[in-house]
Each structure stands twice: as C-alpha cells, then as structure tokens.
C-alpha cells in the first residue's frame, strides 16, 4: 500500500487520542483535514529546541491546506490536543479545484497562502535566525504573483469599461464555397482596439471575459450587431449571407442564453438560417446541459458548427450524440497541408467523415492556393483564410460581397 493511502486509512472513521500526532514539520502534505470534534494544536520547534504552539483549532476548522495550494512540506505540526475526529480533504480535491478556478482568483489565493505561511515562518523564527536570502526569493516570487494578479485585475476592468465605451467591434471573415468560389457568409470575431492597450488579441480577453461572465453581455450585444449587420448586408447588396457566431461555454452553459438568442432572432424577422452556432469542441465535454442546448437550437432552424474539431479530445461521440450542420477543420491541419502528408489524410479523412454524417465541411486558416486546391480536390464545402480576407469591418465586407458578386 502507499503512504498516501496508509495516512488516509489511519485517520478515516475513528477517534484520535490526545497526544497523537496528525503530521509533523517537513512531512510531505498531501491532506487538509476538517475538525470535526475535539481540538487540534498547530505547533513548531525553535533553534533551541523548544515546541512553541502556533495556535489550537477547534471543531468546524480547517488545518494543512497550504501544502495542498503549493504542494510545500508541512511548515508546523499538528496533535490532537483532546480526543479528535477528523474529515480528510485530499490534495485531488483541492488541485483541480484551484487548477479549474479563475485565473485572478488562483494567483491571489497562492499568494494569501503564500504569506500565512510566511508569518508561521516569522513567528518561528523569533528565536531563530532568519535566512534572508530565501526571504529575498519567496519576495520576489509574491512580487510576480502580485504582479500578474494585478496585471489581470487591470486588464478586465480596462475590458469592462472598453465594452462600455464601444472599444470593442465586430470583425467579418468571409466564409467562400470552393465550388463556386462566392462568398456566402462571414464568421464574426471580436476585435479590440484598446487607447492604452493597442490592439488586444481576442485569445486573451474572451477567455477573461468567460472567467467574469462578461461573456453574456458581450455575447448578447454581439448577436445585436451580428442580426443587424445582415439587415444591412441584405440592403446594401441584395444577397442573404449567413454569419457564423462564437460561442463561449459559459453561454452554452447559461440557461438564458438560448431563450435570448431566439427570442432576438424572433424580433428582427431574419431567417434562424443565417445565423450559424460555432461551437468549440471542448464545450461540450459537459454533457446534459449542451445536449439540450444543442437540440432546442436546432428544432429552431439554428445551424451548429463545431469549431476547431481535432483539437480537443477529438471525440466521436459528439458526432453520434449531437446532430451538427457543419464541421470545422482547425487550422493547424491547414497550414503545412501543401507539405504535410498526414495533415492532408486528417483533412481527407474528416471532410469525409462531415460528409457521411450529413454535415458540411469547412477549413479554417487557408493562406495560398496550394492549400485552396488540396482543399477542394478533398470536396471541401467551404474555406476560410487570409487567402481570401483576414477579418475586416462591415463596410469592407459589403464591399467584398458587392466585388465578388459582379
Ligand atoms: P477561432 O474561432 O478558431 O477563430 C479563427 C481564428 O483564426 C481567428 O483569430 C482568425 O482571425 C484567425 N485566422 C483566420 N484566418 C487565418 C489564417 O489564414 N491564418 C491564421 N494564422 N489565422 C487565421 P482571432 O480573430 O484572433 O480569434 C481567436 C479566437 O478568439 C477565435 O478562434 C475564437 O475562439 C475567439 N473569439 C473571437 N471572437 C469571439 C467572439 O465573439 N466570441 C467568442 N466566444 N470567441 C471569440
Ligand atoms: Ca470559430
Ligand atoms: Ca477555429
């Protein structure tokens, strides 16, 4: 048996007895324990050997969760001052917890930890001779963690208020049909032109906008424009394109979501055809909730795109349970297709995978024609790259659908 399991089985469905020992300083800690009756004493030893006691804890506290956050050896002791019941909380618990927390929250968190554990340190070490220079780096390291902290605590209140001030602007690709080479709708990408900032890519603030759920909002202005960015597209050329919409797993996840965007939709008279759902893969990995999700938009006549498929766990049980209108290759298949033979077979064999299973294909990130003719030798439906346009405003996207048209 391992030690980790020894330890737990020590402690599980029995009462310790005064005296006995939890864990000692310098043990590896793999466990924070929950007092659930009795008192427990946190202690340490000084230089000259004597125990000094830290403080006593009593039922309903935790103990020993520093070693979880930072994985460090215990710092002090603990012994059951009384006769104790315990509730093991295990480092698995906790790990993927703080791995999965936000970003802000997981760096202040280290750093709280980071100085309790540093003031047991201080009060130890009152009789004892302190190490500067280990005191020099553990500053330095709450410097960087600070500083990150900070630095992202700016950036989303600069992003909040930037969404305020109408910072932020929708960006159209085209989305052209191999076979006829014409534009036939435009995927929508967040741009943000921040005054002190410049521009800010969208892989940096989409995820901080999903950490503090300034994704709904954003995502319900953004189909505001998106619907009518088509009223106008329709005006202006005459032409019913589609425009194709990120959509963040919070969103997928907020039950609100859904009746917002058909209710939208609703309003503005325009075909739910013509706006198309994409879906990031990884999404989905949440089950029951997508799957409603994924079905009421389609018994709406919403079409579903699942993005950068192949990337995530690449799972065919997707395809099986979700019914999709269109498969999104990602673009890391796409840019050595030319030279890259096992790309070329991943394309070859996800086009006909989308076509067998009645879905669409379209290759994202085509950037020269070699890639454009391997892509439609492949019956690829549609493409998306800078071989055709980088993402460009509304104006200029009339202006392309007006030129290509002619
Ligand atoms: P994505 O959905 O995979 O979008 C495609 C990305 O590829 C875009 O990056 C696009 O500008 C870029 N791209 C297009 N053609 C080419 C090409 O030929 N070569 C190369 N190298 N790249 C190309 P972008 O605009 O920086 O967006 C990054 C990601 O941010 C998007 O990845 C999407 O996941 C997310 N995003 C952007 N706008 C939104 C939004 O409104 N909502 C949500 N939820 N996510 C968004
Ligand atoms: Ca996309
Ligand atoms: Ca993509």
């Keep these: 048996m391992n030690q980790k399991y020894d330890i737990e089985q020590k ?3 029995r009462t310790l007895q005064v005296g006995e020992c939890i864990f000692q300083e310098g043990d590896k800690g793999d466990f924070a324990y929950i007092i659930d009756e009795g008192e427990v004493e946190i202690s340490t030893i000084t230089a000259t050997n004597e125990r000094i006691v830290l403080n006593v ?5 935790m103990f020993g969760e520093l070693a979880l956050v930072d994985g460090s050896p ?11 019941v315990l509730t093991i909380v295990t480092s698995e618990q906790v790990k993927t917890r703080i791995e999965d927390a936000d970003p802000i929250l997981k760096l202040l968190l280290i750093v709280v930890m980071k100085y309790f554990r540093s003031e047991t340190g201080r009060l130890r070490s009152n009789t004892q001779e302190v190490d500067l220079s280990s005191l020099e780096t553990q500053k330095q390291e ?26 932020l602007h929708p960006f159209y690709q085209p989305i052209v049909d191999l076979k006829t080479n014409l534009i036939v ?3 929508v990408l967040l741009r943000w032109f921040s005054p002190t900032r410049g521009n800010v890519s969208p892989s940096i603030f ?16 953004l189909l505001d424009k998106a619907l009518s960015a088509i009223d106008r597209i329709k005006k202006e050329t005459n032409y019913d394109i589609f425009l194709s919409i990120n959509v963040a797993e919070k969103q997928i996840h907020s039950p609100e979501f859904i009746n917002i965007l058909k209710e939208k939709i609703k309003v503005s008279g325009i075909n739910p055809q013509q706006i198309k759902l994409e879906i990031l893969e990884r999404s989905l990995f949440e089950g029951e909730t997508a799957l409603s999700l994924v079905e009421d938009c389609r018994n709406f006549g919403l079409p579903l795109v699942i993005d950068d498929f192949g990337t995530g766990y690449a799972n065919l049980a997707y395809l099986k349970n979700f019914q999709f209108d269109t498969l999104k290759i990602d673009q890391c298949f796409v840019k050595d297709l030319e030279n890259n033979i096992k790309d070329q077979i991943i394309c070859r064999t996800l086009i006909d ?6 879905m669409t294909a379209v290759a994202e990130g085509i950037e020269n024609e070699e890639q ?27 202006d392309f659908i007006k030129q290509y048209s002619n």
């Design 185 to 187: 709708g435009f995927e």
């Design 142 to 167: 709450y410097q960087e963690k600070i500083f990150q902290a900070i630095e992202l605590i700016r950036l989303e209140s600069d992003l909040r208020s930037g969404f305020k001030q109408e910072q």
């Design 353 to 358: 995978l989308s076509h067998g299973l009645d």
């Design 11 to 13: 402690f599980l469905n």
């Design 206 to 221: 989409i995820p901080l906008a999903e950490s503090t759920s300034l994704i709904i909002p954003m995502g319900e202005w």
């Design 57 to 61: 804890l009593q039922s309903g506290d």
């Design 74 to 84: 215990r710092s002090a002791s603990a012994y059951a001052k009384t006769n104790v």
């Design 372 to 398: 454009l003719k391997i892509l439609s030798s492949l019956k690829c439906n549609y493409g998306q790259g800078y071989f055709f346009s980088p993402p460009v405003s509304l104006e200029k996207a009339i």
